[in-house]
């Protein structure tokens, strides 16, 4: 239960990068302003991560795949 709940952690973190990418894109650029390339990056390295705990998962047990797809 533990290793679902962390992978709906990251992908909420991820939507919320994506929104702040969104935010700073629609913004007139401000001095000292975080870069919009920043929050897309961390969200590139939380979907990296997400892939590698679901394959580590599927690897060890911990999460078993649908074996029917219907």
């Known amino acids: 239960m533990l290793f679902k709940i962390v992978i709906?952690?990251?992908l909420l973190f991820?939507?919320?990068?994506?929104?702040?990418?969104l935010l700073i894109m629609n913004?007139?650029?401000?001095?000292g302003q975080?870069?919009?390339t920043k929050f897309i990056g961390r969200r590139l390295m939380v979907s990296v991560a997400i892939v590698v705990l679901l394959l580590i998962g599927l690897?060890?047990?911990l999460i078993t795949p649908n074996p029917r797809p219907y």
Do not use: I
């Open 34 to 36: 975080p870069s919009m």
């Open 14 to 21: 991820m939507v919320y990068n994506l929104f702040r990418a």
């Open 8 to 10: 709906v952690a990251l």
């Open 27 to 31: 913004r007139k650029p401000e001095p």
């Open 59 to 61: 690897l060890t047990g």
